[in-house]
């Protein structure tokens, strides 16, 4: 049998069942996604979002509560099911990530990827990250939002099998193409009870001099070139 990492998404272990959404999410609901939402308001650029690994679709639904079109996608049978058991207008489709995305070129204005690439083997997310680029418009923006790899209490979960830095996350949306990659990420706090006094300066720090190692997140706006 290979290794995890190298396993296609069809072959991991299927981690999206009804214990383990209950385990990690059992008080969310739409209203955990309105920060989510307001920054791709501010910050992206207007119409349609689509939302990669959308889970029990708590982002979509909190985009069509205030008035914003928006499709998920996700590979969970149990999570498309009680998603739309719950609010049975979302639209949101089962998919593989590994596969090419059923939407044309340049679909969408924004796409939402939220806690997702560091669950999926490298391969399936380099394809979800590159077929973000593919349906988004000129100008479009991608939310990456993930755990860094020097997050060691990230790091040491079994379901997280592929971390980036911030580094190496921007030097891979590079390659597929995007044309700027903005960091959104924080540095990482001290918890050691003596030293947590000390969070605050290394917040400080972390906003001057954002060096990778001391980032807790890989977390990113990265935006699709104008084509010609």
Known sequence: MRKTTEMSAREFPCIYNKEMYELAYPDDNWNSSRKLLARCIKKGKPGPILDIGCGLGFFVECCYRFGVPAIGLEGSAYAVQAAKERESHLDIRQHDLEDPFPFEKGTFSMVMCNQVIEHLPKETAHNAL???????????????????????????????????SPKS?????????????????S????????????????????????LSFFSASANCIATKRAEG
């Open 130 to 164: 590159r077929e973000s680029y593919r349906v988004l418009a000129n100008g479009g923006n991608l939310f990456v939002y993930s755990p860094s790899i020097f997050n060691r209490e990230q790091a040491r979960e079994p379901v997280h099998i592929n971390l980036h």
């Open 169 to 185: 996350l921007k030097k891979e949306l590079t390659a597929i193409g995007f044309k700027k990659v903005k960091p959104l990420n």
């Open 187 to 210: 540095p990482l706090k001290l918890t050691w009870p003596p030293f947590t006094p000390l969070n605050k300066v290394m917040r400080a720090l972390f906003m001057l001099f954002p």
